[in-house]
T-cell receptor, first 114, second 116 residues
Framework: DAKTTQPPSMDCAEGRAANLPCNHS???????VYWYRQIHSQGPQYIIH???NNETNEMASLIITEDRKSSTLILPHATLRDTAVYYC???????????????FGTGTLLAVQP | DGGITQSPKYLFRKEGQNVTLSCEQN?????MYWYRQDPGQGLRLIYY???????QKGDIAEGYSVSREKKESFPLTVTSAQKNPTAFYLC???????????????FGAGSRLTVL
């Protein structure tokens, strides 16, 4: 699995967009980028994933650079409940039903301020 | 509602005792996983199971054991051989183990084990 680098913490004002960066410079062409978040003392929650194209769902948008060496998770209108640790994870496409072996780093603690 | 139930939420154990953490899912998922999280750290994979009656070691399997006798259940036993068992334990499941969008992990709420 490729290694990811995220800032340890970020602040965001309530109602503003939160942009969380992730570097994955060693990513290979068949690796997906996944984002999860973890609210204190709870299990991680899936947010979004992508391979090459930008993706959007009801929770967030994922912008992946053309060279795929970095990505940005965007929460369009952050609320206090979005305060959590956000994990950017990259894993390899493996043929034959190999495991979902996600490597979680230490993530980014996003603090949404009122 | 479908989901993953872990129990107990909090557990205290004396040194030298084995303890079993329960994980039950009603999502009809084939694959199940156990992760360990230490304070300020990411998640580390202990064991995983792709189908009933089959499981494989993850990155930190020493001192742990699992069973997968039913599709819905994947209990984790923390044995006395685990040298630092105090941690937050997370169970997860996925529909399969491929890489399509349907195979993202769904996590339980976690079990916090403290060894006294």
């Amino acid at each position: 699995d490729a290694k990811t680098t995220q800032p340890p913490s970020m602040d965001c004002a309530e109602g503003r967009a939160a942009n969380l960066p992730c570097n994955h410079s060693t990513i290979s062409g068949n690796e997906y980028v996944y984002w999860y978040r973890q609210i204190h003392s709870q299990g991680p929650q899936y947010i979004i994933h992508g391979l090459k194209n930008n993706e959007t769902n009801e929770m967030a948008s994922l912008i992946i650079t053309e060279d795929r060496k970095s990505s940005t998770l965007i929460l369009p209108h952050a609320t206090l409940r979005d305060t959590a640790v956000y994990y950017c994870i990259v894993r390899v496409r493996q043929v034959g039903g190999a495991t979902n072996k996600l490597i979680f780093g230490t993530g980014t603690l996003l603090a949404v301020q009122p | 509602d479908g989901g993953i139930t872990q129990s107990p939420k909090y557990l205290f154990r004396k040194e030298g005792q084995n303890v079993t953490l329960s994980c039950e899912q009603n999502l009809n998922h084939d694959a199940m996983y156990w992760y360990r999280q230490d304070p300020g750290q990411g998640l580390r994979l202990i064991y995983y199971s792709q189908i009933v009656n089959d499981f494989q070691k993850g990155d930190i399997a020493e001192g742990y054991s699992v069973s997968r006798e039913k599709k819905e259940s994947f209990p984790l036993t923390v044995t006395s051989a685990q040298k630092n068992p105090t941690a937050f334990y997370l169970c997860a499941s996925s529909k399969g183990t491929g890489l399509s969008g349907a195979n993202v992990l769904t996590f339980g709420a976690g079990s916090r084990l403290t060894v006294l």
